[in-house]
């Protein structure tokens, strides 16, 4: 008897595993899901800030650019790898309208001259997404620098619709990367409607210190908070990996990938 009790409660045993592992499994996929989201986010505005960089230096070398007082904002779109980048005004019914066209590949290099647009209506997803960034721009946020960078990507996620537009202030410092005050605004897909916002960096404006002689850099997500894309998009822009500590927990943003890591020592 004494074997068939012990067959019997390892049995058990696997079978309390398995049903563990069950209910496990879904949570981790969608915790896993979560993280390549935010791979794929911050990867995306890494670039596209990069793109609006190399279209806005080129737009600058243009002396009609220079002078123009109707740009609003800009939109830009996928082409052949790239992005065509149009920055936009408004007519006198409030319409949007192209005023300048740049094209720029996805490594930045500018692939077609930016020229002057006959004041050409913005329609379909131009259009919304201009609406979009505008909405996002003037709704109601803690501001942490007087400039901000507004980049809006398409939802992403099955049977998803709509924008996903982020505002991440920018720093006058080359060694310092701004955290606080940083959003994603959920909008609609005619851009007419934020359905939700979320502060990506936490409360208050926190910053991050970039060293040029810094190996690597470490950033507080505050308790229950873990890595999201501006963590990517961060570790991304200072070309280092990021430590992003979460209570007990530490993850490592390295080359646009989120992974559990070992907690760093503390420091004295």
């Given at each position: 008897m004494t074997g068939?009790?012990?067959?019997?409660?390892?049995?058990?045993?696997?079978?309390?595993?398995?049903?563990?592992?069950?209910?496990?499994?879904?949570?981790?996929?969608q915790v896993d899901?979560?993280?390549?989201?935010?791979?794929?986010?911050?990867?995306?505005?890494?670039?596209?800030?990069?793109?609006?960089?190399a279209a806005k230096a080129a737009g600058e070398e243009m002396r009609a650019f220079r002078r123009s007082d109707r740009i609003t904002a800009w939109v830009a779109d996928r082409r052949d790898g790239g992005y065509r980048v149009i920055f936009a005004g408004e007519d006198r019914q409030g319409r949007p309208?192209?005023?300048?066209?740049?094209?720029?590949?996805?490594?930045?290099?500018?692939?077609?001259?930016?020229?002057?647009?006959?004041?050409?209506?913005?329609?379909?997803?131009?259009?919304?997404?201009y609406f979009a960034r505008r909405l996002a721009e003037n709704t109601e946020h803690a501001a942490c620098s007087t400039t901000y960078m507004t980049l809006a990507l398409a939802a992403d996620e099955p049977g998803a619709t709509g924008w996903q537009v982020y505002l991440l202030p920018t720093s006058s410092f080359s060694d310092v990367l701004m955290v606080g005050g940083s959003y994603?605004?959920?909008?609609?897909?005619?851009?007419?409607?934020?359905?939700?916002?979320q502060a990506l960096g936490g409360a208050g404006c926190a910053v991050l210190q970039n060293p040029a002689d810094a190996a690597v850099?470490?950033?507080?997500?505050?308790l229950g908070a873990g890595p999201n894309e501006l963590h990517v998009y961060?570790?991304?822009?200072?070309?280092?990996?990021?430590?992003?500590?979460?209570?007990?927990?530490?993850?490592?943003?390295?080359?646009?990938?989120?992974?559990l890591a070992a907690p760093r020592p503390q420091r004295p």
């Open positions: 068939l009790n012990s067959l019997q409660t390892a049995m058990a045993a696997l079978l309390v595993a398995a049903l563990l592992g069950a209910v496990a499994s879904p949570a981790q996929g899901a979560t993280l390549r989201r935010a791979e794929r986010s911050g990867a995306q505005l890494h670039e596209l800030e990069r793109v609006f960089t309208i192209g005023l300048f066209q740049v094209t720029v590949a996805a490594s930045g290099d500018v692939t077609q001259d930016i020229h002057k647009l006959d004041k050409e209506p913005l329609d379909g997803a131009l259009a919304a997404q994603r605004m959920e909008v609609s897909a005619a851009g007419d409607t934020v359905r939700a916002s850099l470490q950033v507080d997500a505050g961060l570790a991304l822009q200072a070309r280092k990996p990021l430590y992003v500590v979460s209570g007990d927990r530490t993850w490592l943003v390295r080359d646009g990938r989120i992974q």
